[in-house]
């Protein structure tokens, strides 16, 4: 059975950092794409980061851009993103994703075909 299994979120004040974490198993992902998403209460899901499956490639939101930063470890098989200078309008549930066989990674959550069940990030003022 294949699982994504964040860890790491928490409450933070503004300013401060977090680490997330993916743990995937039943497959390896080292092949493919994976990435970040995150949704607010009453807003849809969005995009926040992705990496391509040799750790380049990397896309991420405006919105993070110079904050936060993903990486993954293919021999852990293990996605993260670091979460710098955090601010209260980051708050929301973070979910980490994987694509099913592309290498490439992509800004669309339709793209990708696993997903985490979530940890909650808050971001006091």
């Known amino acids: 059975q294949v699982q994504l299994v964040e860890s790491g979120g928490g409450l933070v004040q503004a300013g401060g950092s977090l680490r997330l974490s993916c743990a995937a198993s039943g497959r390896t992902f080292s092949s493919v794409a994976m990435g970040w998403f995150r949704q607010a209460p009453g807003k849809e899901r969005e995009f926040v980061a992705a990496?391509?499956?040799?750790?380049?490639?990397?896309k991420y939101a405006d919105s993070v851009k110079g904050r936060f930063t993903i990486s993954r470890d293919n021999v852990k098989n293990t996605l993260y993103l670091q979460m710098n200078s955090l601010k209260p309008e980051d708050t929301a549930v973070y979910y980490c994703?994987?694509?099913?066989?592309?290498?490439?990674?992509?800004?669309?959550?339709?793209?990708?075909?696993?997903w985490g069940q979530g940890t909650q990030v808050t971001v006091s003022s």
């Open positions: 994703a994987a694509r099913s066989i592309y290498r490439i990674a992509t800004m669309r959550s339709d793209d990708y075909a696993y």
């Open positions: 990496v391509g499956w040799t750790g380049g490639n990397t």
